[in-house]
């Protein structure tokens, strides 16, 4: 999903700057869910933060006016990240989705490899790709991250995730699509090369990787089943857990 907006978070400021060509004429801006400021055309603003508990979270949400029928977009962006770490092995797991309706149904998780990047499925094609853990947190601030207390585990698995993306893509360079990204109910958590999903592949760089497995309740590995056992795990660690995370059904 493309963005119409850069936001870069400062001391005690926040800038929000336009990057699209949509022709917004009214913005308004929510911290943790509490109208910020308003503010009528221009393509720069800047919020001063100094006067405020460290907020989490931003939406922005813009407007066209000047139509026979407002035109709205919003967006939702994670603040205070920059005193956080990644380190591999994390594992982020969220509960909200881009698609709001499966909020707290479905989720999406991903495996960090490095402070600044983590491998993930996230639906569709391709069905395995690196990516930002920026972009993850910009997606779904509502997530929450854990973190492997064997780093030798950890490190197991991101070896095994990043070459299982290596052979990915020299599958496709040979035309072939496999894995092919599906929650098909049949298909085994063990076999890496069918059917591929965001907590199947955590699972697998886990189990393949490392040599541990992780529990599994029902049919499909979910992002729930992920999250749950993860957060009683005696092998791994709490890091950071958004307020808002919930899971609504046991999948």
């Known amino acids: 999903m493309d963005r119409n907006f850069s936001v870069e978070q400062y001391e005690d400021w926040i800038r929000i700057r336009q ?6 004429n009214y913005y308004a801006i929510y911290l943790d869910h509490q109208l910020a400021a308003n503010f009528y055309r221009g393509d720069t603003f800047y919020l001063h933060t100094s006067n ?11 407007y066209n006016l000047d139509r026979g029928f407002p035109t709205a977009v919003g967006e939702q962006y994670s603040l205070g990240t920059r005193d956080r770490n990644f380190k591999p092995g994390d594992i982020l797991v969220a509960s909200d989705n881009l698609n709001e309706t499966m909020t707290g ?24 790709r690196k990516d930002t853990i920026q972009q993850f947190l910009d997606k779904h601030p509502v997530h929450a991250q854990f973190r492997p207390r064997s780093k030798k585990n950890g490190k197991a698995a991101v070896e095994y995730a990043t070459n299982y993306l290596k052979k990915y893509k020299d599958n496709l360079d040979q035309g072939i699509e496999e894995p092919v990204f599906s929650y098909n109910l049949s298909q085994s958590i063990e076999d890496p090369w069918e059917h591929i999903y965001c907590s199947k592949l955590i699972w697998l760089s886990y189990f393949h990787g490392a040599s541990y497995k992780l529990d599994n309740d029902y049919l499909w590995y979910s992002p729930e089943d992920l999250y749950t056992n ?22």
């Open 19 to 24: 990057i699209s060509n949509i022709p917004f």
């Open 52 to 62: 405020r508990a460290s907020p989490s979270h931003l939406i922005i949400a813009a």
């Open 105 to 128: 149904y479905i989720g999406h998780s991903a495996l960090v490899i490095d402070k600044d990047n983590l491998i993930e499925s996230p639906g569709g094609h391709p069905a395995i």
């Open 230 to 251: 993860l957060l009683a795990s005696v092998d791994f660690e709490l890091i950071y857990e958004h307020e808002d995370v919930e899971f609504i059904i046991n999948t």
